[in-house]
């Protein structure tokens, strides 16, 4: 793998990482989630649009060509997803959230398996089945018999993300991610905007000030900023060499989460996190096997 495309992919996992943070920080002060939802999306559209323009891509084409699957996209990932990302992580860590998430690549083989009849290779329920109790750990910290809400929330999510990745492989075939990440946020921006006008007519009022703004801007940055340097890594190196750096996500959040918001885990919870990180590790190698073959 080349230098160049290692720092894109870092930077990548950063930025992604980053984003955990900002999140939490921004529903700690209380903001509305359909206001934060818009805005994030919204910031991340505007900057993905400019990356389409001045790689000299045709928006209306784009769109023309592939809205029905935009639609399915935004709704599902750009709308319903960081709205279930937002309630779960009220409840829960940054840290726990991201390690639970993980169970995303997991949650792509199965649901591949059931619509797309892709095999899912020796070994995989059992590794996705101890990668389940590894969350169980991150969750309960060996403390609880019962998994926190938020968690189990994202443990949802991580199901529902899975089965979204899955419907955009079709997508993907056809066009670029930056192509298919500007469509999405476009349907996701207008979805969540009806959103707001339904369920929170008032909720720009519940961020408190200029700061806070500029944190819930921020979180548009890292999203747009981590899809593009996906994009450019993709480019060189190809999905299997790039999907593993998603691993460095949890790794990261977990020591932003203890610089910023003072997050800790135990034993038990590193534990699991170790087991997690492992399964996805093992997983991944077992989709390249699959593709290679």
Do not use: C
Request: no cysteine.
């Amino acid at each position: 793998m080349k230098i160049k495309s290692i720092i894109y992919l870092i930077v990548y996992a950063l930025l992604v990482a980053m984003g955990h943070i900002l999140q939490k920080i921004v529903l700690n002060y209380g903001v509305d989630k359909f206001i934060f939802a818009f805005l994030r999306i919204s910031v991340g559209f505007l900057i993905i649009t400019a990356l389409v323009l001045y790689n000299k891509y045709h928006p209306y084409k784009i769109i023309k060509k592939n809205y029905k699957h935009f639609l399915v996209l935004g709704i599902g990932f750009s709308g319903l997803g960081i709205l279930l990302k937002l309630w779960g992580l009220h409840y829960t860590s940054a840290t726990n959230a991201s390690f639970i998430m993980s169970l995303s690549s997991a949650a792509v083989i199965f649901f591949a398996s059931i619509f797309l009849k892709e095999k899912t290779g020796k070994g995989f329920f059992l590794i996705a089945f101890t990668m389940i109790g590894g969350i169980y750990l991150v969750s309960t910290g060996g403390v609880h018999l019962i998994p926190r809400k938020g968690d189990m929330i994202i443990f949802f999510l991580a199901f529902f993300i899975g089965s979204m990745r899955v419907y955009g492989k079709k997508v993907l075939k056809t066009i670029s991610v930056l192509e298919t990440a500007f469509g999405r946020s476009l349907f996701g921006a207008i979805f969540l905007f009806l959103l707001v006008l339904i369920f929170s007519p008032d909720g720009f009022s519940s961020i408190p000030n200029f700061n806070v703004l500029l944190l819930v801007l921020a979180n548009g940055l890292t999203f747009s900023g981590s899809i593009l340097f996906f994009y450019k890594a993709l480019q060189v190196e190809g999905a299997s060499n790039t999907g593993m750096f998603a691993l460095l996500v949890p790794v990261f959040t977990l020591i932003f989460g203890n610089v910023f918001l003072g997050e800790t885990i135990n034993i038990y919870q590193i534990f699991g996190g170790f087991i997690i990180l492992t399964g996805s590790f093992l997983i991944s190698k077992i989709k390249i096997k699959q593709a290679n073959f």
